[in-house]
């Protein structure tokens, strides 16, 4: 794999970890500017919202610019978030620094994504995404749970300067690492837009914020879940989050390595683990191994979904992938609030501490029928003799057949460092 993708592993390590350190440090936060623990949580939910909103429109502004370029001001912008809050006289401006960080998150990983699959050959696009997502993934092992303990012993503006440090690293090694790849002659941001139009590019973005809505549906539940069920102590939450953040490290190399050889089965069998897993769930969060055990699997069927989804939205929106990239990763943030709220509604009702792992067992499972649903629509049309995909298929026409278009779309696309 080129060196490149180490530059937007690094970023994508401090991106992820800005983005679930706060988690650790909402009481120390939230004693020093005086504010209550759910006013301190809007810490969670703007970077959220910015990550949603933030992904499209800093992809449209950033239309006319190489994808370099653009990933080298996105990761300015995490920087002066992140020194934002490390600063932050009030809370009102700790929020505005998490929302300005949160802005370069959706639109690095969108173009990030395309960047990584055109460094390297057709047939191993999936893989790199997935290496620029261990950044993301490794953060939930090392990143957050050091920034936490960090910050709850040399305090937490200490963490987010840390934090824009490494962001500072990020800028360099991109700089220095990632080749120039200017955007392909002629492409406007209508051609962009035409991508929302392709249903199987919007099925990806459904399977998005279902499958891995799945996954927080459980997990934003974890601690009072493994506490009051399970019998954990308080402090056990680390080393537990550090295991499903190392299942999430695995399940992201292994999808990334078969999505290249089978994307659509690759998201069968994740989807469909992932849903029978978090329904399991409800019985193994009575017992302390099982429970262990349980939480790893989530978090390695979860994010084995990632690398594959991320190339399904790349390969049907041949041609101009950058917006619907990055798009694609707000869906994923969409999908973690959606489920949380799901969540927090079982709960409401009087359902237990084990209800929202039905939600997420019936998130993926949806995800699953749409991902069945997608490759039926896609094999009717192409018996039919439409293309439909900006790849190409593994049973592809025999020779003296009428060639499309498509191919030579993705082939394209495909810039040698």
């Given amino acids: 794999m080129p060196l490149a993708l180490l530059a937007l592993a690094i970023g994508a390590f401090g991106i992820g970890t800005t983005e679930f350190v706060i988690m650790g440090l909402l009481p120390e936060v939230a004693g020093d500017f005086g504010v209550a623990i759910p006013t301190a949580g809007f810490l969670v939910t703007g970077y959220a919202l910015g990550v949603v909103f933030g992904a499209p429109l800093m992809t449209v502004l950033g239309t006319r610019v190489s994808r370099k370029r653009m990933l080298m001001v996105l990761m300015g912008l995490f920087i ?8 932050a006289p009030t809370f009102g401006a700790m929020l505005a620094g998490r929302v300005v960080a949160s802005l370069a998150h959706g639109a690095f990983f969108g173009i990030g994504s395309v960047v990584a699959a055109d460094l390297v050959a057709p047939d191993r696009k999936a893989g790199a995404i997935a290496m620029m997502f261990t950044g993301l993934t490794v953060a939930n092992v090392v990143g957050a749970p050091l920034g936490t303990l960090v910050g709850q012993h040399a305090g937490w503006r200490l963490t987010f300067g840390i934090v824009a440090a490494l962001g500072v690293v990020g800028l360099v ?6 080749p120039e790849m200017p955007r392909p002659e002629g492409l406007r941001l209508r051609h962009e837009l035409r ?4 249903a199987q590019v919007l ?15 459980a997990i934003t539940y ?4 493994m506490t009051h069920v399970a019998g954990f102590a308080d402090g056990s939450m680390i080393w537990l989050l550090v295991l499903f953040g190392l299942g999430m490290v695995g399940g992201n190399l292994v999808g990334g ?4 050889r089978a994307l659509m089965p690759m998201l069968y069998v994740s989807l469909g683990g992932l849903a029978i897993v978090l329904a399991v769930f409800t019985v193994t969060a009575h017992h302390k191994v099982l429970a262990t055990v349980t939480i790893m699997l989530i978090g390695a069927l979860g994010f084995a979904t990632v690398p594959p989804l991320q190339k399904r939205v790349l390969d ?17 943030n969409l999908g973690n609030a959606l489920s949380a709220w799901l969540g927090g509604l079982v709960i409401a009702a009087g359902f237990g501490y084990t209800a929202p792992d039905w939600v997420g067992a019936v998130l993926a499972a ?5 991902a069945v649903w997608s490759a039926a629509l896609e094999g009717r049309a192409r018996r039919a003799g439409r293309v439909v995909t900006g790849s190409v298929p593994a049973d592809s026409p025999p020779a003296g057949a009428v060639p499309t278009d498509a191919a030579p779309a993705a082939q394209r696309t495909a810039v040698r460092p």
């Avoid at 974890?222 to 879940?225: D, K, R, T």
């Avoid at 390595?257 to 290249?260: F, T």
């Fill in 80 to 87: 002066v978030g992140n020194l934002l809050s490390a600063l």
């Fill in 173 to 178: 090694g991109i700089a220095r690492l990632v």
């Fill in 195 to 198: 991508a929302f139009t392709n």
């Fill in 203 to 217: 099925l990806a973005m459904a399977m998005t914020v279902l499958g891995f809505g799945g996954v927080f549906a």
């Fill in 222 to 225: 974890i601690a009072p879940m």
């Fill in 257 to 260: 390595k078969y999505a290249d």
């Fill in 316 to 332: 049907q929106a041949h041609g101009a992938p950058t917006l619907a990239s990055a798009v694609n990763i707000g869906a994923f």
């Fill in 366 to 370: 949806t995800a699953l029928v749409l």
